[in-house]
Structures are given as structure tokens and as C-alpha cells.
């Protein structure tokens, strides 16, 4: 498991060297156009090129959505008549490939900032153009009239696994092949299925998606009596063992975590067995 240090404001790389491999620290500072003083830099994610996507957050609490790419960052706009909310959510939904495509999320505008009521839409940043993905279905929550779809990964190729979620007939899943949808599971038809922690991607380049069944319960213990991980390709269902699944990568290992004693403990399925890491908190592969 390669280990990727990303830590407010600043990000390390690893110089390969032919001697040693001391690490190169960039600070991640605000785009020129952000000239306020006191203006902060957060990042979320890292691609093997070393680019990353945060956001700088102005005073006294606006977030601005930026890509950086060798340390220096262009901020990324956002689609006219909507709003750019995830630099408030600490829970993930931002990525960024190997390509420099970035996945986020925004929210349509109804004149109150940072509803929960706004309707929520994929966003989809490619050379800094925005793209904002269109809804799977024409499910809305009943409560509310409204579509909420939510990005839980990316891969190289640009494919995006997408959410819907709301009432349980908007339950689905979904892979964006670029130009239309594939349906995955659709919770309505009986499926059991649910993607856990989404700070990572749950997609790989080989559209295989690590995702949790929850056959007894929501818990993810670390025994198979409440929440399973397991990967799904296409719509095979491979169980793996108890917890929660955090990221798959493209040896299909993936990296879980479960709870023991109110504590987090984290694994790894290295493809043949479950490898256990001990007590800590998130981790990427």
C-alpha cells in the first residue's frame, strides 16, 4: 500500500532518485486572482501526476473550487446558475484522475445558499471547462420534488460512478460511460447495496466497484453478521469480508475498514486474503 501524505495547505511527493528519495514540499497557495489577505488553501485529492484539487476559501467563509498542477493553481469555475457546496462537506465526493479531470458536485440555486432543499447535480471539470452531468432518471424524492445525484468515483478512462438517492425508488446506482449511463443496482428491485465512506473512489479503470451489502445491519463490524464488503462488476456481487469498503484499485485490491471495541480498525484485501492493519483512522492505497 503506497502511502500519499496530504495535509492542510501542503501536499508531498516523492523524488525518485537514484540514491535516495527525500520528499519535495510544495505550499499550495491561492491562485493570483484570490490577492485577500489571509485567504486559506484546503485540498481533497491527488492524482499520480501529482496534481491536486481543493479549493481556497476566502473570507469570511466563500469556497472556491482549484486545481493545482506543479504547485500552481487555476481556479475552476462554476456553471452558471448553480453553486459549488462540497467545500463544506467533509465526507468526500471530489476527485481528480490521472488526466486532470475533476468530479465534484454542485447544487441549483434557489436563492437560499447551502440548502439541503437545493437540488444536486455531477459536475464534471475537463481542462477547466465545466460539464455538469445530466440526472440518470427522472426520480425525485416525494418529500421534496427534488434530484439528488451524488459522484462516489472516477477512473482513468473518465468513467464516473454515480449515486441517486432520496425516496427508495431513487436508490440506484449508476456508471457514466462519457456519454449515457449503465444502471448497476437499482434498490427498488430488491438490491441491498450501498457505497460507505466516499472520500475515495469506489471505481477502477476496470469498472469494477467496491461497494457494501448490507444483509443484517448497518454496523460495519469487523464480523460478517452486519455490513459486508465486496466488489461488483457488472451486476456479480463478490463478497469479501465484514467492515466497509473505503477504495479499489486497479488490482482489485481494496481497503476497508471496520469497527471492534467502538474502534476503527483498518484492512486490506490484497486479492487473496484480508490483511489486517491494526487500529487507526481512513487510510488510501
Same mark, same amino acid.
Given at each position: ?36 489577505? #489571509? ?45 459549488? !457546496? ?14 486532470? =479531470? ?41 418529500? !421534496? ?25 431513487? *436508490? ?7 456519454? #449515457? ?8 428491485? *430488491?438490491? !441491498? ?47 469479501? !469480508? ?21 474502534? =476503527? ?11 489486517? =492493519? #491494526?487500529? *487507526? ?5
Amino acid at each position: 500500500m503506497s502511502k500519499i501524505l496530504i495535509a492542510a495547505a501542503v501536499f508531498l511527493t516523492v523524488a525518485h532518485t537514484a540514491v535516495a528519495q527525500p520528499y519535495n514540499a510544495q505550499i499550495l497557495l491561492p491562485p493570483s486572482e484570490f490577492n485577500q489577505p #489571509g485567504a486559506l488553501t484546503n485540498p481533497f485529492a491527488m492524482n499520480e501526476s501529482g496534481q491536486v484539487f481543493g479549493e481556497v476559501i476566502l473570507y469570511p467563509n466563500d469556497h472556491r473550487p482549484v486545481l493545482w498542477t506543479d504547485g500552481v493553481g487555476v481556479a475552476l469555475p462554476v456553471p452558471a446558475g448553480y453553486y459549488w !457546496t462540497d467545500g463544506f462537506d467533509p465526507n468526500g465526493y471530489q476527485f481528480v484522475n490521472n488526466s486532470g =479531470l475533476v468530479v465534484s458536485r454542485v447544487r441549483i440555486a434557489n436563492g437560499i445558499p447551502n440548502s439541503n432543499w437545493d437540488e444536486q447535480r455531477v459536475v464534471v471539470w475537463q481542462n477547466g471547462v465545466p460539464q455538469v452531468l445530466p440526472p440518470p432518471d427522472s426520480c425525485a424524492q416525494s418529500s !421534496t420534488g427534488h434530484q439528488f445525484v451524488t459522484p462516489f468515483g472516477v477512473n482513468n478512462v473518465g468513467h464516473i460512478l454515480v449515486g441517486t438517492f432520496g425516496d427508495t425508488p431513487c *436508490g440506484k446506482l449508476w456508471l457514466w460511460d462519457g456519454s #449515457g449511463y449503465q444502471l448497476f443496482f437499482d434498490i427498488a428491485n *430488491g438490491a !441491498t447495496f450501498n457505497i460507505g465512506t466516499a472520500a475515495r473512489t469506489h471505481l477502477n479503470d476496470a469498472d469494477h466497484v467496491a461497494i457494501d451489502r448490507l444483509p443484517g445491519g448497518l454496523s460495519p463490524g469487523c464480523d460478517s453478521n452486519g455490513t459486508i464488503t465486496g466488489t461488483m462488476i457488472g451486476t456479480e456481487f463478490t463478497p469479501i !469480508t465484514g467492515g466497509s469498503a473505503l477504495q479499489i484499485n486497479n488490482h482489485d485490491q481494496v481497503g476497508l475498514y471496520c469497527t471492534m471495541a467502538s474502534q =476503527l480498525r483498518l484492512k486490506l484485501w490484497d486479492g487473496a486474503a484480508v490483511v489486517d =492493519l #491494526g487500529y *487507526g483512522g481512513y487510510a488510501s492505497m
